[in-house]
């Protein structure tokens, strides 16, 4: 048999198959080609920038269901969150805009916030920063008059919300000034705290924020308290602002003047949020993007950056944990990035927090992941409820087809109008689509209703004052409400309360330490230079490397008896009561006292009883 010539023969019909493969590909029109293409490139799109309308069209467009977490003998979500009728309901997303990255991009790039101005309002620091507070009231907003000198009175019973920006935000970011005229819109002061150094103003002292600089937060809160004190105050966090306000609640715990607060898209862990926007290739162009916004705000201050951090390691930032290592590690003085990571997530402190919480997190957020939400800590904290939505993006949450009826409106306009007013209704229509779509932000509307009905409640938290307060952590017990031990000279020991002699004394020393405030007008990013009337305002603002040595002075002033100051700084290093460490002590040393004590009893009762109840 010639195998040769059947070998000849096979592979004269395979190179003739693939000719005739390749003869029929080119007779495919080449139209075809270009659909297909565009169908894998859509197919690709829509997984990369994780779109989900095909899924809320398989839902009919219904949306999904607000998940609640929380407590299920907790008073405030039993008194209050069962009332909002927004958590209660269902969230979809724009069709257009049903991509988180896509919806965060719009908030960031094309969002149209409403035309107004801020009262500004300068506080002078105690450590010689300054904080810009940009006001807006419930009357610039109902009477449509922004008036450079109407002040609050002092007297005045309306609520008063505090909202602490996110990472390189101020006050004339889109998402804060929808969310400013929103509640003034509904009868609420509003005073907006910008991080020092933005919102045009300069760093005047070597102290800057970063994500867990609570100190900032804790004077203005206490400055507006005493300054409007028949006003309900409340909080409202946004993204790194979150995470500030959680940490700053847990941290002071029931010595806080704020009745109610929420937290928008917090971080919650920023070590498990750093590795997240490092881990994925999209994720990465958010890293960027505000490593890019994080040089800027230091351009702004080079001198002090300068001098404080590493200039160059700034400048060759290509990340987030670039720019902490070479900047905020620096001025903030800790030792690994790491280090800050982990002291500044508010985490850890949720479980601390004594005022009525609500906190609002996108499972989909491209910025603060899923993984660093505590959602046992959230679960076990009667103060506290997470809502979760399946959709939203990071501070976006746009919602509902009202966008749409009016963008369709704009078409139809430009179809039946005349040719010399097509552009203009067709321009005045689109204005009102996209004003309607940003002002339907799911999470400025549930954050108002939540305030409101809070407000009209009687769960609303009042301020227990606490002597020689300060930051706490989540480990402090209730026992440190107690009694003290005072310990005399001849070594009796005597229970001593907490009277009014220490209240008097701090009491005395904000008479003593005054702060300035200056009144000025802001219109969006352009700011006038302040005028000189001032405005008396205090609270003395402690760094964190110095609070363990103010704490042991306080302890001198208090009592000079050498051994209460050594029971006082004993207590305050380990933020534990006088009566847990004597706990501690018992539970310890039991094992040593309980076989002393069983010998001694043995021995006592074989005197007594019959020896045979001691035989084996």
Not at 137 to 165: C, E, H, M, Q, Y
Not at 589 to 615: D, E, H, Q, T
């Amino acid at each position: 048999m010639d195998w040769s010539a059947i070998t000849d023969c096979d592979s004269i019909s395979s190179t003739n198959a693939y000719a005739l493969l390749l003869r029929a590909l080119f007779l495919i029109p080449i139209s075809h080609y270009l659909l297909a293409f565009l169908l894998l490139s859509l197919v690709f799109l829509y997984n990369f920038l994780e779109f989900h309308f095909v899924e809320d069209a398989l839902t009919a467009f219904r949306g999904c269901p607000v998940a609640l977490t929380y407590d299920s003998s907790s008073q405030i979500y039993n008194g209050v969150v069962s009332k909002c009728r927004i958590l209660h309901g269902r969230y979809l997303a724009t069709p257009w805009l049903s991509s988180p990255h896509i919806q965060t991009v719009f908030l960031n790039f094309f969002g149209r916030p409403p035309v107004f101005s801020y009262r500004r309002e300068l506080f002078h620091a105690s450590d010689g920063g300054t904080i810009a507070l940009d006001w807006l009231t419930s009357s610039d907003v109902l009477d449509g008059d922004f008036d450079t000198n109407k002040a609050i009175s002092r007297d005045d019973t309306t609520p008063i919300v505090v909202v602490i920006p996110g990472l390189t935000s101020d006050s004339t970011s889109a998402y804060l000034k929808h969310l400013a005229f929103s509640m003034a819109k509904s009868g609420w002061n509003v005073v907006v705290s910008n991080h020092r150094g933005l919102g045009g103003v300069s760093i005047t002292s070597d102290c800057f924020y970063n994500a867990g600089w609570t100190e900032d937060i804790r004077v203005i809160v206490s400055h507006l308290h005493r300054e409007f004190p028949k006003a309900p105050l409340f909080a409202i966090g946004t993204s790194i602002g979150a995470n500030v306000l959680v940490k700053y609640l847990g941290e002071d715990g029931d010595n806080v003047p704020v009745a109610g607060a929420v937290a928008i898209c917090s971080p919650w862990d920023l070590l498990i949020g750093d590795r997240f926007i490092r881990r994925r290739f999209l994720q990465k162009f958010y890293d960027r993007a505000l490593t890019i916004g994080l040089q800027g705000y230091a351009q702004l201050h080079e001198l002090r950056y300068s001098r404080l951090a590493n200039w160059e390691g700034i400048k060759k930032s290509r990340s987030i944990r670039d720019f902490d290592n070479h900047a905020t590690r620096l001025v903030g003085k800790f030792e690994t990035v790491d280090t800050y990571y982990r002291r500044c997530s508010s985490a850890g402190y949720v479980g601390n927090v004594s005022v009525p919480l609500l906190c609002v997190s996108a499972l989909d957020d491209p910025v603060c992941t899923r993984e660093a939400i505590p959602w046992d800590e959230c679960r076990t904290n009667k103060n506290v409820v997470l809502a979760t939505l399946k959709h939203g993006g990071h501070l976006a949450f746009f919602e509902g087809i009202t966008a749409a009826r009016l963008w369709l409106q704009a078409l139809l306009t430009y179809r039946l109008t005349d040719t010399v007013h097509q552009c203009q209704a067709l321009a005045k229509h689109c204005r009102e689509g996209l004003t309607a779509l940003e002002y339907s932000c799911q999470w400025v509307r549930a954050t108002g209703e939540f305030l409101r009905v809070l407000h009209s409640s009687q769960y609303m938290h009042v301020q227990n004052k606490i002597l020689n307060s300060g930051p706490q952590s989540s480990l402090d017990s209730a026992i440190d409400q107690g009694p003290f031990v005072s310990v005399a000279e001849d070594g009796m020991v005597a229970a001593m309360g907490n009277d009014e002699t220490g209240d008097a004394s701090v009491e005395e020393l904000s008479e003593t330490q005054k702060t300035h405030c200056v009144t000025e007008m802001v219109s969006g990013a352009d700011h006038d230079e302040p005028s000189t009337r001032p405005k008396a305002g205090f609270m003395p603002i402690i760094e964190e490397t110095s609070r363990e040595a103010s704490g042991i002075q306080d302890a001198k002033h208090l009592d000079t008896t050498p051994v209460k100051r050594c029971l006082d700084l004993l207590r305050r290093q380990n933020r534990y009561s006088i009566w847990l460490l004597t706990y501690i002590a018992i539970i310890t040393s039991w094992p040593l006292l309980g076989s002393a004590l069983k010998i001694l009893s043995r021995k006592k009762l074989k005197n007594v009883l019959p020896a045979a109840l001691f035989r084996r």
